[in-house]
């Protein structure tokens, strides 16, 4: 924990001017840098002893000679740091600084696991079985023990529990992370947890190590008289301790945790600066005022590379950006030929090269590359304006029809470019007829407050993804989380107040041949059975198109030379691991 900090001490030491001074003198600590895993794309039923990636967790971290200031700008300001009531990537980097999973990721893999607050861990039939790390503390000063995973995962799925945090306020993730899986928790035991599946379900270590299953504290939950409180507060188990959130200038100020049982942290203090504009967010980092940087688009990634105080660096990434069409919405995008239409009119190969510039490579189904199902045998659509009007005549659409875009403003890896990637679109669909008004939004929690509820024709979105597993795509985003019979005869939609229905699918697509497969492949413990019917679920969703498949990006980082080369791992699956950070 930072020693003397108070809010004026925060606010001068996060502006510009005193902050490139506090990095001037900036010395890094001792502790070691992540090391290079393996790739992920298990089965989801393994058990840990140990790391894998060849660190001594057991011997305790916190023992870094921790000073200096670490100052991440990031695009967005959030104001609720609950990991259970978001799906923003923008709050998991802060996060997961603060919390502990019980399983974790290693730092730069394609997601191999490792240990976390669980020492061991494995998965057989319908039970989970982990064993607790020991020692452990809240930053709050209580002792970690299995009753915190109980009340965690209470606290997120089950409304008998007192401190349930609701279905209004709890996020997306609740479902699929634990409550449409979890019967039982039994944690009799202090350092043992047993957890009893509805049914098996391959994903669900990996869902363990996801930033929404982070482990909070009992005594917390249960001290509040709103759970909406724990967002402003956050007392985790993490390397860094959560210590002022400044929402008037759009900081967040954290503490190095002495006592953190892992590795580091180095640095005293972390800062999350917002700086909107992607060129200024990284001319701030090649001036020394920042330290790292993400989302970067093409232009403020070529100012990188040619900087000379600074680094570009980059990772094949793990993630889709694309545009849904909200079949709830709006009767024209029921029409298959119609949302085929779309798809081949809108020019993502234009997207790609002149907009992203190569930092990404065109998309032709939901699971990109290097995952677990990713059916190579698929192209993305060609751009062919004559073949799209024939189908929207064929469909009825001939005289075109008018519809609404929705887009964030601020940048996003998957979208670097959201407002000129929505004029694109806008001008590629005025070619065969469709007339589009693009509604922009300056902050992304509002956006996402806005498809949530469904209010938008059409939408930009992505997912990075949270466990490197082929369901946190495909059952994630396009599986409405419904029962089958929900889903009326002859209709591949739903609308979003059906019971049960998740607004991570944002198209409102129900088709239940794909709902099968996604389903079946999730309750398979084998490997080729279950790549197989990822592989027919997504030839399914490119011949359906409840999306214009637009990218898969690259993960790209700006890195001040100030960052110790070797203590900083660009990660496309968990992190950002800042707790190995060190400084020059």
Known sequence: MPRNVDRRTFLKTAGSAGLAATLAGCSGGDGSGPTEGGSGGGDGTSTSGGTGDGEDTESGGGGGDMSGTLVYARG???????????????????TNQVFDQLVG???GSGGQLREGLATEY????????????????????AEFTAEDVRATIRRFTDSDYEYYLG????????????????????????YEVTIELTQQYAPFLRNLAMFAAAILSKQ?????????????????TGAFTFEQLDNGNQRVLLGGNGDYWGDGPNVEQVVFKTIGQNSTRVQDVINGNSHITDNLDSQSSQQLESAGSARLASKNGINVGYMAMNMARREEFRNRQVRRAVSLAVNTQAIVDSIYQGFASVADQPLPPDVLGHNEDLEPY?????????????AGYGDGFEFELATFSNPRGYNPSPVETANQVKSDLEEIGLSVSINQFSTFSSYLDYTDQGKHDACFLGWYTDNADPDNFLYVLLDPKVSMDAVPEEQDWVSFDTEGYSPLNVAAWANTEFMSKVREAQQSYDEATREQLYKEAN????????????????????????????SYTVSSVGGPFLNTVQLQ
């Open 105 to 107: 990721f290693t730092p």
């Open 382 to 394: 060609p751009t062919d304006k004559e073949q799209a009007q024939s189908l929207l005549e064929e």
């Open 167 to 190: 279905d209004s306020n709890r996020s997306g993730y609740g479902p699929f992370t634990f409550g449409n899986w979890v019967d039982s928790v039994d944690a009799s035991s202090d």
């Open 220 to 236: 917390q939950i249960e001290s509040l008289d709103d759970q909406v409180a724990l967002g402003t507060n956050p007392q985790g």
């Open 539 to 566: 030839q399914i969703a490119h011949d359906e198109a409840p999306w214009v498949f637009l990218d898969y990006a690259q993960t790209l980082r700006g890195v001040n030379q100030a960052v110790v080369e070797d």
């Open 76 to 94: 967005d300001h959030p104001t609720n740091y609950d990991p259970q009531q978001t799906t923003s990537g923008e709050v998991a980097k802060v």
């Open 122 to 141: 494995s998965l057989e039939g319908t039970t989970a079985t982990l064993t607790l790390r020991e020692g452990v503390t809240f930053h709050n000063g």
